[in-house]
């Protein structure tokens, strides 16, 4: 038996995007949530819902094109989020996209908060889409990293700007070729971070997320000539909130896994269930 945790709840709106005005169609392009209280798990945060294979199938060539906008705009959004604007006065850079009505949306996660909500409102955005790399870039993050390194790095920084410039560094290796984005880096400390999957659809994507984190801190050990401190941080709330039986035996499946491939690596691994642990882990880095 697992312990039922509380309800968390958040509002919510989507972001409507009318491609051609001329023929009154338009989609769900964009989620926006904002927390009920400052005790909410659920963090402020912008995410685009309609996927780069959905888009591709609808508009060909210019779909990267159309899903860059749609990430600038959610990056624009989640910004005007984290500074405290309400849901109703956000203001939206770009032509052809609306905000639509404020609604509330309830989870056991926030994963589960998240893919009740976009499932509430379109058919045709997927869940899915939250899931899958934030970027078209070669870097393989997912949403729900997104989120925990968004809610960790607010943990720790706080009002300190130095902290805050620690996180989401970019280093150029020679000796791989490979241009590394570090979530968080301090002296000899490199830190990756990873999630373990809350739902089935999530394990292929943080797998492929996984692998891609331990290989830009094998890139980056050999940089340094193995001076560099490795660390690979495990998003592990789902190992505490498992919606059931199969989640949780996924979890610990997927758990024990990135143990093993991260001793292959020569990386430490360090677990966080919640963004606090995350944050004070970070603080035994100095």
């Not at 373990?196 to 997320?209: G, K, M, N, S």
């Amino acid at each position: 038996m697992h312990n039922t945790p509380p309800v968390i709840k958040a509002r919510y709106a989507p972001v409507y995007w009318e491609p051609m005005p001329s023929i009154s169609e338009r989609f769900v392009s964009i989620i926006v949530v904002q927390p009920i209280s400052v005790e909410s798990k659920a963090p402020p945060t912008a995410r685009v819902v309609l996927s780069l294979d959905r888009l591709k199938a609808m508009f060909g060539k210019s779909a990267k094109h159309v899903y860059g906008i749609m990430n600038e705009t959610a990056d624009f959004l989640a910004h005007l989020l984290e500074m405290g604007t309400p849901i109703e006065r956000l203001q939206i850079p770009f032509t052809g996209f609306a905000l639509g009505d404020v609604r509330i949306a309830r989870g056991r996660t926030i994963e589960q908060m998240l893919d009740g909500a976009v499932r509430s409102i379109s058919s045709l955005s997927a869940a899915d889409a939250l899931y899958q790399p934030t970027s078209l870039s070669i870097r393989r993050q997912t949403q729900a990293t997104a989120s925990f390194i968004q809610r960790v790095r607010r943990e720790f920084s706080v009002n300190d700007q130095t902290r805050r410039e620690r996180f989401r560094r970019t280093l150029h290796t020679q000796e791989s070729g490979v241009v590394v984005t570090l979530d968080y880096s301090f002296k000899s400390w490199v830190v990756q971070v990873t999630s373990l999957p809350h739902l089935a659809r999530q394990e292929t994507h943080l797998r492929r997320e996984a692998e891609s984190k331990l290989f830009e801190l094998q890139a980056v050990r050999g940089e340094l000539e193995g001076n560099a401190r490795p660390i690979l941080m495990v998003n592990s709330s789902a190992l505490q909130h498992p919606a059931n039986d199969e989640t949780h035996d996924l979890a610990h499946a997927a758990f024990d896994h990135l143990q093993k491939c991260a001793s292959l690596a020569g990386a430490q691994m360090i677990s966080a269930r919640t963004a606090m642990e995350g944050a004070r882990a970070l603080e035994t880095m100095h």
